[in-house]
């Protein structure tokens, strides 16, 4: 049985890193965006992690930290987003065909959660209706303090003198002209 994988072109360990370091990507920035290929990997990938994250058990927990290239993403990882995938058994993530790269004409890809973390955390923030009140006069009276230190600026410094220069004894160097130009 041998399955064959996208190499991507690099080594062994080259390749290690770079799933190490999407997959990283991916749970601390919660999308990115890479080329087709690599987000089909990095999909595989993250979700064999997030599996064996929701195991729970140390064991799990240590096996997540090494295949992640931070300790701070496979915290993230275990402690944030996995509770809030306890619904699904599979199909975390989403892939979104954006477009073709300037540079090679490669196919980018676009890939995110299904579920939406950002939008639930700005629906559980409470409405500000108290602290409103008070900054518009925090802004006026920034507004009035503002006006009184360019009104003083203006008269302390006076008005501008014109181009007023003492006698030079600075000689400027002759500009380079050559075959090679000015370097």
Do not use: C
Request: net charge positive.
């Amino acid at each position: 049985m041998n399955r064959r994988s996208t190499k991507f072109g690099r080594q062994r360990d080259q390749r290690r890193a770079l799933m190490k370091s999407l997959a990283e990507a991916l749970v601390l920035e919660e999308s990115i965006v890479t080329t087709l290929p690599k987000a089909k990997t990095v999909v595989s990938y993250t979700e064999k992690l997030i599996t064996k994250a929701k195991k729970g058990d140390l064991h799990s927990r240590r096996q997540v930290i090494s295949r992640l290239a931070t300790t701070e993403a496979a915290h993230k990882l275990i402690d944030e987003l996995v509770p809030k995938l306890q619904g699904r058994s599979s199909g975390y993530f989403r892939i979104e065909h954006t477009t073709l790269r300037r540079g090679d004409g490669s196919s980018m890809a676009k890939v995110s959660f299904v579920d939406d973390f950002k939008e639930s955390t700005e629906k559980k923030e409470p409405p500000k209706d108290s602290s409103e009140s008070k900054k518009p006069a925090k802004s006026e009276e920034a507004t009035e303090e503002k006006v009184v230190d360019k009104t003083q600026r203006s008269q302390s410094f006076g008005p501008k003198k014109e181009n007023v220069k003492g006698p030079t004894s600075e000689k400027q160097a002759p500009k380079r002209t050559g075959i090679r130009g000015n370097r």
